[in-house]
Structure formats: structure tokens, C-alpha cells
């Protein structure tokens, strides 16, 4: 064997050297790697529950449900409903009234129809009683927010969500959420010219 052949399989044999300890150290690498990942969870677990930070569990993620701690469950306050309609539709909401502890969030769904063989836009003006329970009574979504737009012959169901301030007073059991639902733009019906005349600085 020449001496060129020699150094050639030299030269080989410590490639495969080289290549086979690099696959090693990327294996031992790769399973460092991995045991490290693998033990973050367990140690971030332990972390949140060391420090409190620890807000959504896995048991809240897979069909869980949050505790909202500011749910007074010493306290029932009734709830009523009314409904008032100023314009040419039905309104009402689908229940007269519901239970619920402060802090608690609660839904509650309007109804409304347009007979109307035309488009109608409304408005929903909210009114309390008693009237101290206006500040406590806390709307997260309402369609009283903004106007609504019925088109003819439509009829909607429209969800109102809310939660009652525990800091409402103790005395107050009972509150009546009362809506308004009129139309915008419609006409301001006018007195007749009789009874025009017949007030007092009319002529009379």
C-alpha cells in the first residue's frame, strides 16, 4: 500500500471519528433539551403556586369553570324586568324576573318584533328602581348601547349581561330594570288646532 493510500485511510478513519462523535454529542445534547422542557412544566407549576400567579389551572382549561370570588352567596337579590314600547313593534323580555347574587354575573334576553312591512331604527333608554340601585347595576353588554336596526318583518332576541355590585346596599332586595325601546325619527304627533286655541294666552 502506497504511502498516499496510507494517508487517505488515515484521513477516513478519523472523519468517521469525528462524525460519530458529533452524532454523539447531538444525541446527548437533544436529550438534554428535551429533559430540560419536560421539567419546566412541573417547575413552572411550582413557581405560580409559590408566587400566586398561578390564575388559569389546567383543570379551569379542560372544563373548569372560574370562581369569581366576589360572588356574595350570603345575599339573593330578585331582579324584575319591564319593557315599554314606543314605536310600531312588540317588546318584552322572555322572563318577569331571576334571582341573583351580587357578583354574580347574570343574562337576561329582550325580544322584539317589527310588523312593519318597513325598515325601523330604536333606541333603549334603561331605567332603575329604586333609583339608589342605578350606580350597583352594571351592564357588560347590552343592545341599549347603541341603536338597533330592525328590518321589516324582523324579529330578534337581544341579550342583556350584567352583574349587581356587591357594595349595593343590604337594605335594597329588590331591583326593576325597565327599558324604553322607541323609534328614532319618528314623527312628534301634534295637538289639534282646537286645543291650540282654547289655551290659556291663545286668544281665549
Known sequence: MSVDQQGQNQNHEADKRFNRGMMLRLVVIVGVMFGFGYALVPLYKKICDLTGLNVVTTRELYGGSLKNT???????????????????????????????????????VYEVANGQPRDISAQAIPSYAPKQATEYFKKLECFCFKQQTLKAKEAREMPVVFVIDPKLPKDVKNITLSYTFFEVGAPVAQAPQGELDSRPGNGG
Open 70 to 108: 366576589q360572588v356574595d352567596t350570603s345575599r339573593t337579590v330578585t331582579v324584575e324586568f319591564d319593557s315599554n314600547a314606543r314605536g310600531p313593534f312588540a317588546f318584552r323580555p322572555v322572563k318577569n324576573s331571576m334571582e341573583v347574587h351580587p357578583g354574580e354575573m347574570a343574562t337576561i
